[in-house]
């Protein structure tokens, strides 16, 4: 049983550049949730999705898009790295209200 | 939408019981208080949820107000391990996470 699977895990891009970051969950999730954690700070909500064909911005989505074209996938695009992107991104699914989320272990970006 | 309010750090023995304390005076009736914690960099991790009756689980105790106002995640005999930050939410659909209480369980 995977559950919340990243990819990748650690990457470095070159500003400017734009890379997509994957998660992909096996459990039949409808909800996944998009978050990025900055060093000594909190978890920040970028974006979700209740279902497939529907995303939303959370906190910080400036410089981020997502699409949920199936239940199982939900990518994170940035277009125009930046330094201010370096962070650690979680990806996170829960089954419906009120349940508890399931994390991916994170995707660790650097951009020089 | 409910805010929380924790304090920013807690200090805790070994060996005895950690209690963490929430604030989340504007919960509403039907929404459920989760607790989770997040060791080093690794992804958060799910504990205790409840929505107004006390909850025990192999991790830990949650103590819910009788007023839902505020609830106290315990953990009854806390070990080095259990030094993590330790996040109390309301959920909502877009779950935001807020700075935390970092607990650090000394020797």
């Known amino acids: 049983n995977a559950g919340v699977t990243q990819t990748p895990k650690f990457r470095i891009l070159k500003i400017g550049q734009s890379m997509t970051l994957q998660c992909a969950q096996d459990?039949?999730?409808?909800?996944m949730y998009w978050y990025r954690q900055d060093p000594g700070m909190g978890l920040k909500l970028i974006y979700y999705?209740?279902?497939?064909?529907?995303?939303d911005k959370g906190e910080v989505p400036n410089g981020y898009n997502v699409s949920r074209s199936t239940t199982e996938d939900f990518p994170l695009r940035l277009e125009l790295a930046a330094p201010s992107q370096t962070s650690v991104y979680f990806c996170?699914?829960?089954?419906?209200?009120?349940?508890?989320?399931?994390f991916g272990d994170g995707t660790r970006l650097s951009i020089l | 939408d409910a805010k929380t309010t924790q304090p920013t750090s807690m200090d805790c023995a070994e060996g005895r019981a950690a209690n963490l304390p929430c604030n989340h005076s504007?919960?509403?009736?039907?929404?459920?208080v989760y607790w989770y914690r997040q060791i080093h960099s690794q992804g958060p991790q799910y504990i205790i949820h409840?929505?107004?009756n006390n909850e025990t689980n192999e991790m830990a105790s949650l103590i819910i107000t009788e007023d839902r106002k505020s609830s106290t995640l315990i953990l009854p005999h806390a070990t080095l391990r259990d030094t993590a930050v330790y996040y109390c939410?309301?959920?909502?659909?877009?779950?935001?996470f807020g700075a935390g209480t970092r607990l650090t369980v000394k020797p």
């Open positions: 996170a699914s829960t089954g419906q209200a009120n349940q508890p989320q399931h």
């Open positions: 459990m039949n999730h409808n909800y």
């Open positions: 999705s209740v279902g497939a064909g529907i995303t």
């Open positions: 504007t919960i509403s009736g039907n929404e459920y």
């Open positions: 409840g929505l107004k």
């Open positions: 939410i309301a959920w909502r659909e877009d779950m935001r």
